[in-house]
Structure formats: C-alpha cells, structure tokens
C-alpha cells in the first residue's frame, strides 16, 4: 500500500522558516516522482515544486525561497521554506507519480496517482 504522510507544518512569524517532510511507504524515491502543493482557502491547488525518480528538481515558483529535496534512505522528501510570507499560508501536500517527465512540465494534480493528507503551514504575526 503507497502511502505518504506529511509534517513539519505548523505557525510561524512572517520572514521565518519551515521545514516540511513527506515519508513514503509501499515504493521507492527512485520510482516515483515528488511534487509538492499547496492549496490556500478559496483558491485552487497550486504546485509548488517537484523532485523527479532521477533526482532532477523543479521549483514552479517562490524560486530563491524555496528548496525540495530527498533522502532515498529514510524515503523523505523536504520542502525547505525560508523568509515565509502571509501569503504563503496553505495546506501542503505532497503527492506521488511513476510519470517520469512531470517535473519538466506545468504541474497538474491529475498526474500525480497518490496524495498524502496534507500540512498546514500558516505564516502569521
């Protein structure tokens, strides 16, 4: 059974920092594809980065603020979050694909197979 399971969300002051996990289970970082995504009140889900089965990363957006990477040994993604803003305020998933190209194309929830529960992370003073 794949499953994946976020943490690290939490409240945290404008311009500090967060870093969150996603473990995975029942498959391998090298066979799938990490996206991460966040979906604000009112608003659809928007991707926000993503890490390939080769290790190639995309960042969609907040380039410079935020940062995705793996550990193939404890099956984890993170999500390093620096200098947050209010409008950083979200839930964030992290979601699972075997498509091989997505991280190289427009981030779309409808390829990605498998969703953990979600995060919330909300930026506040």
């Known amino acids: 059974q794949l499953q994946l399971v976020e943490s690290g969300g939490g409240l945290v002051q404008p311009g500090g920092s967060l870093r969150l996990s996603c473990t995975v289970s029942?498959?391998?970082?090298?066979?799938?594809?990490i996206g991460w995504f966040r979906q604000a009140p009112g608003k659809e889900r928007e991707g926000v980065s993503c890490?390939?089965?080769?290790?190639?990363w995309t960042n969609y957006k907040h380039s410079g603020r935020f940062t995705i990477s793996r550990d193939n040994a404890k099956n984890t993604v993170y999500l390093q979050m620096w200098r947050l803003k209010p409008e950083d305020t979200a839930v964030y998933y992290c979601?699972?694909?075997?498509?091989?190209?997505?991280?190289?194309?427009?981030?779309?929830?409808?390829?990605?197979?498998?969703w953990g529960q979600g995060t919330q992370v909300t930026v506040s003073s």
């Open positions: 890490v390939s089965s080769s290790g190639t």
């Open positions: 029942g498959f391998t970082l090298d066979d799938y594809a």
């Open positions: 979601a699972a694909t075997p498509y091989p190209k997505v991280c190289t194309s427009a981030p779309t929830t409808g390829r990605y197979d498998y």
